[in-house]
């Protein structure tokens, strides 16, 4: 296993379950440090636009390989963030829509749509200093970092901040898909630290997380959170 970054590059891997916070924690902690920032999620719901625009089934998982392997997928840095582009257009706009919130995570269960979006992240991870998010960032994508974290919330506040966003999303559903698959799964990884963000607004999740990189000797010396709890290797 290699940990795919750059010899000096740092990987700072943030996973967790829909709507727990860690896209807005993602950003601000890479604000913070003036590292890139890279929402896999936002990727995998790219590819799932494309590939309802292309009018092919979210189960058609050898048509979509067919067609992931086929389309221009570049990629760029826009304001600190990384994105990518589908055939030359920016697929943001439609990324947060009812259609691809149905349908993301049955075309993220597939291997070679994962395959082709892992190497793209690593690829990232070879030329900057990143803060990572996703579902499988600290377990499969960046093993090696020593840097993981898991934001969790309760499934009620999460289903509530997702509403307050003003969108129509089944977290459960999409909790269970991703939870259950059998490419790369939803889980806590083994020596991640673990965030319960239920009763903490963002900028105290990422002061968590600094104070933690701090005592793992990312920046200096130690120091002792009681809200953060590691995960068992
Ligand atoms: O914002 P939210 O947490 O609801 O979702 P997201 O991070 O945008 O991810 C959307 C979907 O992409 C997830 O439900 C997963 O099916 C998939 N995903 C994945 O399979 N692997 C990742 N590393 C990130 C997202």
């Known amino acids: 296993m290699t940990n795919s970054a750059g ?8 996973d967790g379950p829909a709507a ?21 999620g936002a990727m995998y719901r790219a590819i799932t636009w494309h590939v309802l625009d292309r009018g092919l089934q979210p189960h058609d998982r050898e048509g979509i390989a067919r067609l992931v392997e086929t ?6 840095l826009h304001e600190g963030e990384w994105r990518i582009l589908i055939e030359g257009a920016d697929p943001l706009p439609h990324l947060r829509t009812l259609r ?7 075309v993220s269960s597939i291997p070679r749509v994962r395959e082709i979006l892992v190497a793209k992240m690593r690829a990232c991870a070879r030329d900057y200093d990143v803060v990572v ?14 840097y993981k974290y898991y934001v969790d919330a309760s499934p009620e506040i999460r289903a509530q901040r997702r509403a307050a966003q003003g969108q129509r999303d089944q977290i459960a ?8 698959r059998s490419d790369s799964p939803l889980t806590v ?17 990422v002061d968590e997380i600094l104070r933690r ?5 990312f920046f200096g010396p130690a120091a002792k959170s009681s809200r953060i709890t590691r995960a068992a290797r």
């Open 7 to 14: 010899p000096n590059r740092r990987v700072i891997a943030i």
């Open 20 to 40: 727990s916070g860690k896209s807005s924690v993602a950003r601000a902690l890479a604000t913070r440090l003036g590292f890139v920032s890279v929402n896999s």
């Open 71 to 76: 389309t221009n997928l570049a990629t760029n």
């Open 100 to 106: 691809v919130n149905e349908a993301v995570s049955s």
């Open 133 to 146: 998010e996703g579902r499988d960032i600290g377990s499969v994508v960046f093993p090696r970092t020593p």
């Open 173 to 180: 559903v999409r909790d269970h898909a991703d939870s259950s």
């Open 189 to 205: 990884a083994g020596g991640a630290w673990v965030i319960d963000s239920s009763s903490l607004p963002i900028e105290a999740v």
């Open 213 to 217: 990189l701090r005592a793992q000797s």
